[in-house]
Nanobody
Framework: QVQLAESGGGLVQTGGSLRLSCAAS????????MGWFRRAPGNEREFVAA????????YYANSVKGRFTISRDNAKNTVYLQINSLKPEDTAAYYC?????????????????WGQGTQVTVSL
C-alpha cells in the first residue's frame, strides 16, 4: 500500500494562491490514478480534481475549473494541486488519494489510499 502525505496548506487571503503537494512512499505513483478531495466543516467530502494513471488526462469539479490544476512528477513520486484565485468557499481540509486504476476516478470510495489532509483557510 502506498502512503501519502500532503503539505502546503495554510492561511491565505481571497485571491491568493497555494500549491499543495502529495508525496508518496512505499510505492510508485506511476501505478495509480490520483485525486484530490476536500471537506469543509459540516459538509460532505467533495471531489476537486483527478488525473489518469499516465497523467495525460485530468478532470475538475466545476467549482474549481480554471483555478485549480492537478499535476504530477513521477520522478519525485509527488502529485501537486496548484490552487489560484482562492475564495472563502475553498476553505477546507484537502486530501490526496490514490486509486489502483488507469482512468480518472471521481468517486471517493474507489480510492484505496488516502493522506492525512492539509488545511486551506481563505480569509476575506
Amino acid at each position: 500500500q502506498v502512503q501519502l502525505a500532503e503539505s502546503g496548506g495554510g492561511l491565505v487571503q481571497t485571491g491568493g494562491s497555494l500549491r499543495l503537494s502529495c508525496a508518496a512512499s512505499g510505492g510508485s505513483l506511476s501505478r495509480y490514478a490520483m485525486g484530490w478531495f476536500r471537506r469543509a466543516p459540516g459538509n460532505e467530502r467533495e471531489f476537486v480534481a483527478a488525473d489518469s494513471r499516465s497523467g495525460d488526462r485530468t478532470y475538475y469539479a466545476n467549482s474549481v475549473k480554471g483555478r485549480f490544476t492537478i499535476s504530477r512528477d513521477n520522478a519525485k513520486n509527488t502529485v501537486y494541486l496548484q490552487i489560484n484565485s482562492l475564495k472563502p468557499e475553498d476553505t477546507a481540509a484537502y486530501y490526496c488519494a490514490a486509486a489502483g486504476r488507469v482512468g480518472i476516478t471521481v468517486s471517493w470510495p474507489l480510492y484505496d489510499n488516502w493522506g492525512q489532509g492539509t488545511q486551506v483557510t481563505v480569509s476575506l
